[in-house]
């Protein structure tokens, strides 16, 4: 039997963040090549399962490789040079790996964890030890020449028959540009486009369609991402990037592309801000953003940060379009807080708040302005 050890590092910033995500999402080290497989470390701040739910959840997949891999690994956290921390890690584990398996354990409490000396400056480091082990199948005998499985490149060749239009049979006009797609690709990630192009009602054949009220460079990305499964990172700002994923969540809401939605939910939470706040709770109320709802009301209420968010533009907008969200912030807040004069100031608060925008309109119709 012959073995192959190797480690990998991945060190999380931010912590107050990240914890913040739900159940089964996760964060993905750089892929990592060790006996001939290609592996990546995953960090799942909200657990990897619902029974992780109370701990810090720490996982290795196999990206690339052999059908199947024999490897023992355990992950270990690392002080601030480096060093293993003897106190802060997990078993030996002995598993099977088929490709793309993720092999997910429950590593720490969240309460011990975020309680203890790991965590410094919101940052920590986790290790991961992989050693793979090969069984050989002949004694004695030199084995000049293995076969080595070829990486899986779907995702570019589908990118490569998008940006050429070879075989498309389906062109869109968007905002005075036209883009050449393929109606069994888009049918299969989306029912819209779907019931479009293969649906009982559907008349003569189809070869060319109009899309109204979507700018040609968000629908390029969105035709980019059901090819590739990827949103290019290629905005120039925080807030082009912030404008652009909103957008896309818009889109991916219309055509009803929900891996697709669920990602932007995920890139817009990452980049909340205090000004951010009252539009993201704005755009997952229009579209039934449950997660981005969830996460943005923890968001405020976990860092106490109602007051700034109440002083924005944005939350003028938020209680004009969703005044019943002010209630569900109060709730969250009620949920979160156990000092009852806090919980009844809170109240207070925001029933006058609504009071106010309530008389505001009156008067507001009343003289005419708007």
């Excluded at 997949?61 to 355990?74: E, I, Y």
């Amino acid at each position: 039997m012959e073995v192959a050890t190797g480690s990998h590092q991945l060190k999380i910033t931010n912590y107050s963040q990240t914890k913040l995500i739900g159940i089964g999402m996760h964060f993905a080290s750089a892929p990592f090549a060790i006996g001939g497989c290609t592996w990546a470390i995953h960090f799942y701040p909200g657990g990897a399962k619902k029974f992780h739910e109370s701990y810090i959840s720490l996982g290795l997949s196999l990206c690339h490789g052999p059908k199947t891999a024999n490897v023992l690994f355990k992950f270990t956290l690392l002080d601030c040079n480096e060093t293993p921390l003897k106190d802060a890690e997990s078993k030996l584990f002995l598993q099977t790996f088929s490709l793309t398996d993720v092999w997910a354990v429950k590593f720490m409490k969240k309460e011990l964890f975020e309680a203890s000396d790991y965590l410094k400056d919101d940052s920590f480091i986790i290790n991961c030890m992989v050693t793979v082990l090969k069984y050989s199948q002949t004694r004695g005998t030199d084995i000049a020449r293995l076969i080595i499985e070829p990486q899986c490149k779907l995702r570019q060749q589908l990118g490569h028959l998008l940006a050429t239009g070879l075989g498309s049979d389906i062109t869109f006009e968007v905002d005075g540009q036209t883009f050449r797609a393929h109606k069994l690709v888009l049918a299969a990630s989306s029912s819209v486009f779907r019931d479009q192009f293969f649906g009982p009602m559907t008349g003569k054949e189809m070869s060319r369609v109009r899309i109204e009220e979507i700018e040609a460079t968000v629908f390029k990305a969105m035709l980019n991402f059901i090819y590739t499964d990827m949103i290019s990172d290629d905005a120039s700002s925080s807030e082009e990037s912030w404008w652009k994923h909103q957008q896309l969540l818009v889109v991916a809401d219309r055509f009803r592309l929900d891996r697709m939605k669920l990602t932007c939910e995920f890139l817009l939470f990452r980049d909340l801000d205090v000004e951010r706040l009252s539009s993201a709770l704005v755009l997952a109320e229009q579209h039934n953003c449950k997660q981005l709802k969830a996460a943005s009301l923890k968001y405020i209420t976990s860092q106490r940060i109602l007051i700034p968010v109440m002083a924005t533009d944005g939350f003028k907008h938020l209680i004009a379009s969703c005044p019943w969200m002010l209630q569900e912030i109060n709730a969250s807040y009620s949920h979160e807080t156990t000092n009852d004069e806090i919980r009844f100031g809170l109240s207070t608060l925001l029933l006058a708040l609504c009071v106010l925008w309530i008389v505001a309109m009156y008067f507001a119709l009343l003289f005419g302005k708007i």
